[in-house]
Nanobody, 123 residues
Framework: VQLQASGGGLVQAGGSLRLSCTAS?????LGWFRQAPGKERESVAA????????HYADSVKGRFTISRDNAKNTAYLQMNNLKPEDTAVYYC????????????????????WGKGTQVTVSS
């Protein structure tokens, strides 16, 4: 499975961006991770197929929304009220297996990774 991400860019604080991630094959979970300079990669949001479970990092709850279009094998990350601390390289990832709710969004649950897309939020 290959993942194609798009939608990054430069935006002012308070602005919005939408990231898209299209998978070339079947996936169970689609998720977004990010890595800022000098920081570890962290899970941002994930959505699991079937049950539709979603998970958000505490830092983005209420501002980011993840959704998926199964017919298009695509996940979207709508990012609103962006803050400078959201600046990072964002990576799309996918899993082909089902995991329990407490694990499905974690990086070690992912089988496939896309190339990163830069999101820069200016103050």
């Amino acid at each position: 499975v290959q993942l194609q991400a798009s939608g990054g860019g430069l935006v002012q604080a308070g602005g919005s961006l939408r990231l898209s991630c299209t998978a070339s094959g079947r996936t169970v979970t689609l998720g977004w991770f990010r890595q800022a300079p000098g920081k570890e990669r962290e899970s941002v949001a994930a959505i699991r197929g079937g049950t539709g479970h979603v998970h958000y990092a505490d830092s983005v709850k209420g501002r980011f929304t993840i959704s998926r279009d199964n017919a298009k094998n695509t996940a979207y990350l709508q990012m609103n009220n962006l803050k400078p601390e959201d600046t990072a390289v964002y990576y799309c990832a996918a899993s082909s297996r089902y995991y329990i709710v407490s694990h499905f969004y974690k990086s070690d649950a992912m089988d496939y990774w896309g190339k990163g897309t830069q999101v820069t939020v200016s103050s």
